[in-house]
């Protein structure tokens, strides 16, 4: 079977971590990535990122970059727009992660491009977007989940700010920049024009706050903090201590609630008015709690966990990474990918979600830097080794040798 995005071709001018973890999921369908790595800088910062970091090969550059291609090119060298042009003719998008006001800076918008390819997507990830006061200003996960509110909503209600675990902004923005570039893409096959596409560390942020920021705007309601990761209006959904550990227990419906008061024998609850509906229990969450709390915190996590599971009570453990990835669910879907890499040896990675026919099964290993410069511009530009040798003179590729 053919693979969904085989007949897909993206320049990508990306590095390290929002822009690249969007398009390595398009290259795992079978999208061909060209990554423009800037010769000046050493090319993508996420080569060197630490730990497990060996002169230009990182697993933080694994993690992002496997499946795609490498060309070299400094874009400011006044010889190598010629080259970049010629790469687009050719591809389908324009892909970039800088600065708001970075893509018109490099003539990486649709109204540089056109002249070249009159379909040509040119998607642009950045901090705050192309437009308003920010435009310019560099956006940082970290700095994200603090402007847009999240920092205010995570963690211990007498605690300070806390971010998420992980780089969720920047992860988010990426899913959303493949699948803005994808539709932007399947109107220019359909029409035969393309357009700019503008997506924003800063918006995908936004708009993740979800009904949060429906409730603030709609009834001016204040969002607050909750103890044990609590749902912020459904009683009980959150963490309980076990007598060994912890448990994640969730009753987003009525018939849970009536569940689980069975199967801790608390069954005149659902007679006591201050529990008897979703609204009561929230009114009345830190006494409904307690009481709960109170009868998981006599058995261990390995005994309620199929307990809860046989009554059918939504419920999972709080694994850290390493049972996260023993999990008889991760083994069953076949999630971890292992890859054999020429420097970093055996490097292991979970597959990509978007699973469907002809989704990546083996994952090539991220290139060295500028290693497909000299193929590809041969094989789909037409340029011959000369060409590409007086290139290479005149420093278009900077210190990589092609």
């Not at 007949?7 to 290259?27: C, M, N």
């Not at 007598?243 to 969730?250: C, F, H, P, T």
């Not at 849970?256 to 069954?267: M, N, P, R, T, V």
């Not at 009868?295 to 694994?319: D, F, N, Q, V, Y």
Request: glycine residues 10%.
């Amino acid at each position: 079977m053919r693979r969904p995005l085989e007949d897909v071709a993206i320049v990508a001018v990306e590095q390290y971590g929002a822009g690249p973890w969007g398009t390595v999921h398009l290259a795992d369908l079978g999208a061909t990535v060209i990554k423009i790595e800037d010769p000046t800088t050493g090319g993508d910062i996420g080569r060197y990122v630490p730990p497990f970091q060996e002169g230009e090969d990182s697993l933080f550059f694994e993690t992002f970059c496997h499946n795609k291609l490498s060309v070299s090119l400094d874009l400011r060298h006044p010889a190598a727009r010629p080259v970049f042009e010629d790469l687009v003719r050719g591809a389908d998008a324009v892909y970039s992660n800088l600065r708001g006001d970075g893509p018109a800076k490099l003539r990486l918008l649709y109204d540089d491009l056109r002249h070249v390819n009159e379909a040509i997507v040119c998607c642009s990830l950045s901090g705050f977007g192309m437009t308003g006061p920010r435009a310019a200003e560099g956006g940082y996960d970290y700095i994200l989940q603090g402007m847009a509110g999240w920092m205010s909503l995570t963690g211990d209600p007498d605690g300070p700010p806390v971010k998420s675990g992980l780089s969720l902004v920047d992860m988010a923005t990426g899913y959303a920049a493949a699948l803005a570039l994808m539709c932007a893409l399947w109107r220019a096959r359909r029409d035969g024009a393309g357009c700019d596409v503008d997506v924003s560390l800063f918006e995908t942020a936004m708009n993740l706050n979800m009904y949060v920021t429906t409730w603030h705007l709609s009834q001016g309601w204040e969002p607050i903090r909750t103890r044990f990761s609590a749902h912020p209006s459904v009683v009980p959904f959150q963490n309980f201590e076990t007598a060994d550990g912890w448990v994640v227990v969730a009753c987003p419906k009525q018939k849970f609630f009536e569940l689980l008061c069975g199967l801790l024998g608390l069954e005149w609850m659902l007679g006591d008015g201050r529990f008897a509906t979703m609204a009561a229990r929230l009114e009345h969450r830190d006494t409904c709690v307690e009481l709960i709390a109170a009868e998981l915190r006599r058995a261990t996590t390995a005994e309620w966990l199929p307990r809860l599971k046989a009554a059918g009570i939504p419920s999972g453990p709080i694994h850290d990474i390493a049972e996260a990835v023993a999990d008889p669910q991760t083994i069953a879907r076949d999630l971890v990918a292992v890859t054999e890499h020429p420097v970093l040896g055996t490097v292991r990675q979970i597959r990509s979600p978007l699973r469907m026919p002809g989704a990546a099964t083996e994952l090539r290993p991220a290139p060295g830097r500028g290693a497909d410069t000299r193929r590809l511009l041969i094989e789909r530009c037409g340029y011959d080794d000369a060409r590409v040798d007086l290139l290479s003179l005149q420093g278009v590729f900077g210190d990589v040798d092609v």
